[in-house]
């Protein structure tokens, strides 16, 4: 079992930044794979910014150049860096690990981007 805890949403004006962290219970050297998805009402969900590897990450086309994922393993924690943020961008943010052929999901945060 893995066990995830997303950090950091709320709300936001368009333009702005908001920073989501996923804390493991695990070592996220052991994952298959970390990272975030997002669902939006009446929309399915959806990868935003994953690690595929320890190094190598894949984005979402709508979110390249302004969202960053990065990954503090002292902490088994990995986090999203959102800049520039879009009423797009509003949906609950879920962090997902892939373990052992399973699929983890958190609670989910939600992020509202809106004046």
């Known amino acids: 079992q893995v066990q995830l805890v997303e950090s950091g949403g709320g709300l936001v004006q368009p333009g702005g930044s908001l920073r989501l962290s996923c804390a493991a219970s695990?070592?996220?050297?052991?994952?298959?794979?970390m990272g975030w998805y997002r669902q939006a009402p009446g929309k399915e969900r959806e990868l935003v910014a994953t690690?595929?590897?320890?190094?190598?990450?894949k984005y979402a086309d709508s979110v390249k150049g302004r969202f960053t994922i990065s990954r503090d393993n002292a902490k088994n924690t990995v986090h999203l860096q959102m800049n520039s943020l879009k009423p797009e961008d509003t949906a609950v943010y879920y962090c997902?690990?892939?373990?052992?052929?399973?699929?983890?999901w958190g609670q989910g945060t939600q992020v509202t981007v809106s004046s």
């Open positions: 690690f595929i590897t320890s190094s190598s990450t």
């Open positions: 695990r070592s996220i050297f052991k994952l298959n794979a």
């Open positions: 997902n690990a892939l373990w052992a052929g399973s699929s983890f």
